[in-house]
């Protein structure tokens, strides 16, 4: 079973410029949800999808946004790109069920990892 | 509101020593609680959960947490380290009704040879 993909896993970008970062999930799994990690900050959430549909936004501006196509596949934006952009943005997806087995499992990917100049 | 708290941005232990990592939590209702880690350049992975079940779990690679209600705390221990443990372990708790998981701020694991 192939785990979760993200592109690209590098890249760099210039301060102003937006960015769209793509994550396609296990197979199967609805529930997509987004973090940024950073050195200083830890691991921050941003927001998760569910069939489409954003569930949980963390505490982030509104530069940031995010949506979930119909075959699960995830994309998040970063519009007016700031120096403390910079991170590690981590990509996770999920069966969305609390029962059981899948009680809170959530499938990571190597992540992409920006660079603001 | 809950929170999670790891003592210890970076713990030290010679190969083959004692790890104990440890966590605590803050919440109101009883919680999930969870170990993820992540190795260098690689996304986290699960490496245990504590459901409601047995409060003493084991997880992958020979390391367990204990749940103490009493002392909110979840910590992790490995009995003998390897090198192959280095990385950064991350403690996280979720106990309300949409699920959403609260990470500590992780610590990263190193061992001396």
């Known amino acids: 079973k192939a785990g979760v993909t993200q592109t690209p896993r590098y890249l760099i970008k210039t301060r102003g410029q937006q960015v769209t970062l793509s994550c396609s999930p296990i197979s199967g799994h609805r529930s997509v949800s987004w973090y940024q990690q950073t050195p200083g900050q830890g691991l921050q959430f941003l927001f998760e999808y569910f069939s489409e549909t954003q569930r949980n936004k963390g505490n982030f501006p509104g530069r940031f946004s995010g949506r979930q196509f119909s075959n699960s596949r995830s994309e998040m934006n970063v519009s007016t790109l700031e120096l403390g952009d910079s991170a590690l943005y981590l990509c996770?997806?999920?069966?969305?069920?609390?029962?059981?087995?899948?009680?809170?499992?959530?499938?990571f990917g190597e992540g992409s990892r920006l660079t603001v100049l | 509101a809950q929170s999670v708290t790891q003592l210890g941005s970076h713990v030290s232990v010679s190969e083959g020593a004692l790890v104990l990592l440890r966590c605590n939590y803050s919440?109101?209702?009883?919680?999930?609680l969870f170990w993820y880690v992540q190795y260098p350049n690689q996304g986290l992975q699960l490496l245990l959960k504590y459901t409601s079940a047995a409060t003493l779990v084991k997880g992958i690679n020979g390391f367990e947490a204990e749940f103490k209600k009493s002392e909110t705390s979840f910590h992790l221990t490995k009995p003998s380290a390897h090198m192959s443990d280095a990385a950064e372990y991350f403690c996280a708790v979720s106990a309300n009704s949409n699920y959403q998981l609260i990470w500590g701020a992780g610590t990263k694991l190193i061992i001396k040879p």
């Open positions: 919440s109101s209702v009883p919680p999930y």
């Open positions: 996770a997806s999920s069966l969305s069920l609390w029962t059981g087995e899948n009680t809170g499992e959530l499938f």
